[in-house]
C-alpha cells in the first residue's frame, strides 16, 4: 500500500500548474488533419497516473474572441461580475478569458434578447425563432452560433455585462486519453490531440481547449492547469494476457500508452494492434514507435486501415473481418479486447464486427454471441473508451 503522503495534493479542484515542454506535429503533408503530440512536464506535482487513465486541462478562451465580446457590449472589460461557485466579484474580462464558454448559447438567452430588442424587426425574427413550430429550426440556428453573433445580429437588445454572463455555462476541463506509461516517464505526461478548427455561420471557430493547447500554451513558459482522472480501462493486470487494441484516428493513444507500459514491465502477452485514419503517408502517426516494437517482438501484429488509400473505403472493422479466424483464436485464448475513439459510429462498428466474427468463427448463433461478448464485459476482457 502506498504511503498517503504519496497522494498529490493537486486536483480536479486544485490542477497543477504544468509547464508543455513539447508540441509536435505528428501528420505529414498533404495531411486533411492536424494532430499534434504534447508533453506535459508534471515532475514535482506528485501526480500519479496509469496507462489507460485521462489528463485534465483547463484552457484559456482565446482574446480575440473575449476582446470582440466587450467590443459589441460598449465595455472596457473591467466591470465586476458574480459567478456561481467563485467567492468573490471578479472582472468581466477575467470571466469571459477563463471561466465561461463563449459558445453553446440556449433558447433563454434568445428569449431574454426578444424581450429586450428595441428594433422590431430584430424582435420579430426573435419571437419567430421562439415558436413552438420553430422547436427544430431553434436547435440547429443556434448550433451556427456562438455569443458572439447573437449580440452581433441583435444589436437593439443591449446586455449588462451581468446579463451576459449569467447567461453562461461554465469553462469546462477537457479530458485527454493519456498516451505514455509512467513507467517510461514517470515525470511527464503525453497527450495526442486532434486541433479542432472549423467555419460556421461565415465564422472560423475552434476548439477551446484543443487550440489553447496548440496555439496559447507556450512551450515551456505557459503554466498549464492538469490533473489526473483515473480510469478503470487499463491493460490486463496479468502481464502475461494477450491484449487485442482498436484505436483509429486519436484513438490509438492509450495503445500508446499500454505498449510503452507492456514494454517496460516485459509483459510476455502477445499484443495486436488494429489502427486507422485517412492516408497512410500522411496520418500514420507513432508510425515508427510502432515498426520499432514490432521489430523487436513486443508487438505481434499491427493491421491497419487507411480509408482514403483506394477507391473503397477500409476501416479498422474491416481489418478486424479479414482476420476474423485468428482473432477468434486469441479471444477464445483468453485475450482482451480493447476499443478507443469515435462513439457513434466507430465503436458501434466494431462492437457489431466482433459480435458477428465471435458467431461465425466460435458457432454461435446471434444470441449466444451477444452472450458471449456481455461475459467478456463483465470479465473485464472487454474495455471500451469512447467518446
Not at 40 to 46: M, N, Y
Request: charged letters at 25%; aromatic letters at 10%.
Amino acid at each position: 500500500m502506498p504511503e498517503p503522503v504519496a497522494k498529490s495534493a493537486y486536483t480536479k479542484d486544485f490542477p497543477f500548474p504544468a509547464r508543455v515542454t513539447e508540441n509536435r506535429l505528428l501528420n505529414g503533408p498533404g495531411s486533411a488533419k492536424e494532430t499534434r503530440h504534447f508533453v506535459v512536464a508534471i515532475g514535482g506535482s506528485g501526480l500519479a497516473y496509469k496507462a489507460g487513465d485521462s489528463l485534465g486541462v483547463f484552457p484559456t478562451n482565446r482574446a480575440s474572441e473575449v476582446e470582440a465580446l466587450l467590443g459589441v457590449l460598449g465595455v472596457k472589460g473591467d466591470e465586476k461580475v458574480i459567478l456561481p461557485k467563485e467567492a468573490e466579484p471578479i472582472a468581466l474580462r477575467e470571466a469571459l478569458s477563463t471561466k465561461v464558454a463563449l459558445g453553446d448559447p440556449s433558447r433563454r438567452l434568445v428569449e431574454t434578447l426578444a424581450a429586450k430588442a428595441t428594433d422590431p424587426g430584430e424582435r420579430a425574427q426573435l419571437i419567430g425563432l421562439l415558436m413552438p413550430e420553430s422547436r427544430e429550426a431553434l436547435v440547429s440556428w443556434l448550433y451556427e452560433r456562438e455569443f458572439i453573433d447573437l449580440l452581433t445580429e441583435f444589436p437593439s437588445a443591449r446586455l449588462k455585462p451581468q446579463e451576459l454572463v449569467d447567461h453562461m455555462r461554465r469553462l469546462l476541463p477537457r479530458l485527454y486519453s493519456v498516451a505514455s506509461s509512467p513507467r517510461a516517464h514517470p515525470e511527464e505526461v503525453h497527450l495526442m490531440v486532434a486541433i479542432v478548427r472549423y467555419t460556421t455561420n461565415g465564422r472560423d471557430r475552434v476548439g477551446v481547449c484543443s487550440t489553447f493547447l496548440a496555439d496559447r500554451v507556450e512551450v515551456g513558459v505557459t503554466p498549464t492547469p492538469v490533473f489526473v482522472s483515473h480510469s478503470h480501462f487499463g491493460p490486463p493486470d496479468d502481464p502475461s494476457r494477450d491484449a487485442i487494441m482498436v484505436g483509429p484516428g486519436t484513438g490509438i493513444a492509450p495503445f500508446r500508452a499500454f505498449m510503452q507500459d507492456r514494454f517496460a514491465l516485459g509483459a510476455t502477452g502477445r499484443n495486436w494492434i488494429f489502427f486507422g485514419d485517412q492516408r497512410s503517408a500522411s496520418d500514420y502517426v507513432y508510425r515508427e514507435e510502432f515498426e520499432a516494437w514490432k521489430g523487436e517482438g513486443v508487438l505481434t501484429r499491427i493491421d491497419t486501415a487507411f480509408s482514403r488509400d483506394q477507391a473503397g473505403k477500409v476501416y479498422v472493422q474491416d481489418r478486424m473481418r479479414e482476420n476474423a479466424a485468428e482473432l477468434w483464436s486469441w479471444i477464445k485464448s483468453g485475450a482482451y479486447f480493447y476499443v478507443c475513439g469515435d462513439a457513434k459510429r466507430m465503436a458501434r462498428d466494431v462492437d457489431a464486427a466482433l459480435q458477428e466474427i465471435i458467431g461465425s468463427q466460435g458457432g454461435l448463433n446471434p444470441s449466444e454471441a451477444s452472450d458471449y461478448v456481455k461475459l467478456m464485459k463483465k470479465e473485464r476482457r472487454y474495455q471500451r473508451e469512447v467518446y
